[in-house]
C-alpha cells in the first residue's frame, strides 16, 4: 500500500470523513497483526453524524471472523443498536456461513432480533422475531418465524450488508475492478443493482502520523452512498453512509483511542 | 367566549367524558407482554380486521415505482427509483394519487392523521407541541370504544418537542402501548428497530381481539439534515464526488418560476450539482424506507387472519421543485402524499384511484369505519370504505382543504389550488391579526376580519400541473377566486372549532 507520492490531508478536507474529522485526527489503535482470511473480531461504534459538530453513539456491531477448512468461513455478528427508551436496545443477532470469495457471499444464515435490555433477556412485548436465509437456485430464500418462505430472484452475485465489512478487507486497492452484485439489507431484503468500486489511496493526518488508506465506495438502490477507509493494516478502521459513521473500537483485544466525545447539537427546533 | 363555544359544540363535555362517549364501564382485559388493555364493557363482538397503519415521513406522491404510468415527466421521482415492496403493495390495494396532508408540516400533520381533525382544532399548528388536550388521539379512542389492542411504534412527533414515545411517563402516547423503536431523529438507525419490531408482533400475535399497530417510519425524512438550515453542504456535495454522472436526477421542470408568492422561499445557496445530488440521496432513502415497508407487510402476510393495511405519509419534500427543500409551503411537491389501502378479499385490489380528492383526516374515519366504531365527535374526514369496496357514495366531496402552518390556507378543488396567508402575527399561539393589529386566536367565521397577504396563488392544475403560472391576477379567474374563498369561508372556517391548550412543549 504505502505510496510516497501520496500527500497527507487533514480528515477535515475528505467529504467522507470530514464530519468524523475529530475523530479521525485523534485516532489510534495499536492491534496485532491482521491475517483478513484469518480469525478476528472487530467491534464497531454505530454513531450518528449530521454536521461536522454532531456526534452522537446509538450503538456497537461486533463481527466474529471464523475460517474453515472447507472453503468458507463463518461470521458471526451482535448488534445492539440504543432504542428511544434506554436502556431497551435493538439486539440482532446472526450467524453467517459465507464463501472465502471478493465479496464474502453469505450461503446461509440465521439471524434472530428483539428488543430487550441485553441479548440475554426476554423480549419485550413480542418484539422477537427469528429469520434464516439461504441462496438457492439462483435464489434468496428467507423462511421466517411461523414457516413463512419468501423467494427473491437474484440475476448474479450477491452478498450481505454486513458481509462487505469484512470483504473489503481483502480487495486489492487500485487493481479492483469494480463489482457488480445484489445486497441482502439486514438479512432479510434484496436491493438489487449494487457497485462497490476502489475510489483512491489516501494518507491522512493522524495522531502519531499520517496514515495510509485504501478507500471504496459502494452505490446501489437502497443505498446512501458509503464510503470504507482500509487502514494500511488491512482492519476497516472507518465507515461513512450520510448520517452514520462507524469507527473500529475494539480489535483483537486491542482497544482504540479517539476523542469520541458525545457532542449532541442534534439540530431542533421549527426546521426539521 | 371561545372556551363556551367550544364547550358548546362538544356538548357540554368534559374530556373524562368525551373520551368515554358510548362506554360505560371498563370490563374484561388482556395482557400482551406485560401491557394491560382493557375492554369497554360495550365492545362489539363482531369480527374485525387487524389495522397496521404505515406511516413514512417526507415522502412525494411520485416516490413508488409502480405509478409510472400516472407520473410521466422524466423529473418524476418514479423513474429514478425502485419500491418493490410499494409496488406489490399498490398490486394488493388501492392507491389514491390525489390525497393531501391536511397541514404539511410534520407535527401538525400527525395530529390530524390521528385525530380526525384540523391542525386549527388539535392546536398544533407548529413543530414540537402536543395534541389539545380535548380533542383525543386514535388510541385514546380505540381504547374508549373498541376491543383493540393498540400499539405505536416509531416517529410519533405529536406530543411536543420528541419523536419517539417512551414506554411510560410524559413521552408515552395516551391510549397506546409502545413498542420502543427509535432512538434519536434519523431513519438511518431507527427504521430497521420499527420494522423488525412491528414485523415481530404482527407475527407472533395471537389474542382473540383485533389489534391496532403503527409503524411511524422516519425515512426519507433523513433527508432534512442535506438541507442548508441543517447539514449543509456537509452533506452535499457541490461536484459528483460519487461521478454518478447519469444517475443523478435532472431538475425539475417547475425548478425555475416567476410569479409572485406570498412566502418566497427558495434555497438559493445550492447550485445545480448539489441539488441533482440531494435528490438522488433523497430517493435512495425512500428505497432503504421502501424495505421497511417489506418486512411489516411479509409479517402481515404470515398471518392467516384478516389485516387491513393503510399506508401514508404526512408531507411530501421540495426536492428542487420551486426551488424548495423539505416541506411547509402549498405546492403539490409538499402537500400531496402517498395513500394506499389494501386488505385482499375486501377491498379493490390494483386499483390506481385518480379522481377522488382525499385528505389526512380521512385516516381516522376510515380506521373508525373498518372497526366498527363511531368516528369521533366532529371529525372532519369521511371514511373511504366505500371507495375501497367499490360502493361509488352518491356524493363525495369536491374539494380538500388544508392548512399551510399557522395561517395558511389552501383549498383543492378538481381543476384549481387556491391559497392564501393571513398575516402572521409572529405569536404562535395567537398567530392572526385582526383589523385592530392585536394577536388573536383563530376564531370560526371570522376571517373577513384578519390581515390577509396580499398575494395568493390560483393554479389550473390541470393545465399546469408542475404550478408554474400563477393566475390570481388574471382577472379571468376572478370568479374561480371567489369561488373557491367562498368555500374556504363557508364550508370550513365557519365551522372548525379552534383548539386551546397544548398537552406539551
Known sequence: ?272 | MRSEKKAQAQGGLNRREFLQTGAVAATGAMTLGGFHFSRPANAQSTPKPNIVIILTDQQNIDTISAYQKHFTHEAHGCRWLSTPNLDRLSKRGVSFLESHSANPVCSPARSTLFTGRMSIETSVTRNNVGIDKDVPNMGQWFEANSDYARVYCGKWHAGGPWNYPLIAGDRKIPGFATLPGGARGTGDIADYQVSGAVGAFVRNYQEKDPFLIVAGLMNPHDICYWTPPLGGKVLVPDWDVFELGDALPPLPPNFDYDFPEPRPNRVTSFNEMNWRNYTYEYYRMVEKVDADVGRILDAVESRDDDTLIIFTSDHGEGAGRHMRVQKWHPYDESVRVPLIVSWPGQVAEDVIDTDHLVSGVDLMSTVCDFAGIPAPPHARGRSLKPLLQGDTPESWRDNVYAEIQHTGRMIRTADYKYVKFYAFSGNADKPFIDEEGNAVQFEPGMGHRYEEHPVRLLFDMKKDPWETNNLFEDTQYADVMEAHEKILREEYEAHLIPGETHTRG
Open chain 1, 1 to 272: 500500500m504505502p505510496d510516497s507520492t501520496l500527500e497527507a490531508h487533514s480528515p477535515r478536507e475528505h467529504f467522507s470523513l470530514n464530519k468524523i474529522g475529530r475523530v479521525v485526527e485523534t485516532y489510534t489503535l495499536e492491534a496485532p497483526d491482521f491475517d483478513p482470511r484469518g480469525a478476528y473480531v472487530h467491534t464497531y461504534d454505530i454513531c450518528t453524524i449530521l454536521n461536522d459538530n454532531m456526534f452522537a453513539p446509538e450503538g456497537e456491531i461486533t463481527i466474529e471472523r471464523i475460517p474453515r477448512e472447507d472453503g468458507h468461513f463463518t461470521l458471526k455478528m451482535l448488534c445492539d443498536r440504543r432504542t428511544i427508551h434506554n436502556p431497551h436496545s435493538y439486539i440482532v443477532e446472526a450467524t453467517l456461513d459465507c464463501l472465502d470469495d471478493s465479496l464474502s457471499t453469505p450461503v446461509k444464515w440465521e439471524c434472530k432480533s428483539k428488543i430487550a435490555l441485553s441479548p440475554e433477556e426476554e423480549p419485550y412485548l413480542s418484539s422477537e422475531q427469528h429469520k434464516s436465509g439461504t441462496f438457492r437456485d439462483g435464489e434468496v430464500i428467507i423462511t421466517s418465524s411461523g414457516d413463512q418462505v419468501k423467494r427473491t430472484a437474484i440475476p448474479g452475485d450477491y452478498t450481505g450488508k454486513w458481509c462487505l465489512l469484512d470483504a473489503v478487507q481483502r480487495m486489492p486497492g487500485a487493481d479492483l475492478s469494480p463489482l457488480h452484485f445484489a445486497l441482502i439489507d439486514e438479512f432479510d431484503e434484496v436491493h438489487q443493482d449494487q457497485t462497490l468500486s476502489f475510489g483512491e489511496a489516501a494518507r491522512i493526518e493522524m495522531t502519531g502520523g499520517p496514515r495510509d488508506f485504501h478507500v471504496y465506495k459502494h452505490l446501489g438502490k437502497g443505498v446512501i452512498p458509503t464510503v470504507f477507509w482500509v487502514a494500511q493494516s488491512g482492519r476497516l478502521h472507518f465507515l461513512t453512509t450520510g448520517s452514520e459513521a462507524y469507527i473500529l473500537r475494539e480489535a483483537d483485544g486491542a482497544t482504540a483511542e479517539y476523542d469520541g466525545k458525545e457532542v449532541q447539537q442534534f439540530p431542533q427546533g421549527k426546521r426539521l
